[in-house]
């Protein structure tokens, strides 16, 4: 997936800028976990349908050194619900779950504690 930088939709900016105020948390990191728990849910997010009028991450920060396991599991992802393989479809792909992950964090978290209530 050829991506430098990711633009996550307004909503998403003020939930994570919350969820750090909640969890001390940085961005990135609480947009990683959102980004894994989208991933796990069975239905696909609506592709296109977040605005990119929000911050904007390097990605390598947003990633950091997972960022190949996280391209695999989107390519993975991706290939088993028949998205498409083009970069440009694999990008709005990955905003889709950012910005997915995000709102479902924000409904799951209220504090540092109840990030532990989210692992198996």
Request: without cysteine; charged residues 25%.
């Amino acid at each position: 997936m050829q991506l430098n930088r990711i633009h996550i939709s307004e909503d998403s900016r003020n939930k994570l800028s919350m969820l750090k105020g909640r969890t001390g948390l940085l961005p990135n990191v609480l947009s990683r976990i959102g980004l894994m728990l989208s991933l796990a849910e069975p239905n696909e997010p609506e592709l296109g349908a977040d605005a990119t009028d929000g911050s904007e991450f390097n990605r390598f920060t947003l990633m950091g050194e997972w960022d190949p396991l996280i391209v695999a599991l989107l390519e993975e992802r991706g290939a088993v619900n028949e998205i498409g393989e083009s970069n440009e479809v694999l990008v709005k792909y990955f905003r889709a779950h950012l910005n997915r992950g995000v709102r479902i964090l924000y409904g799951r978290v209220k504090g540092l504690e109840d990030l532990a209530n989210l692992l198996p």
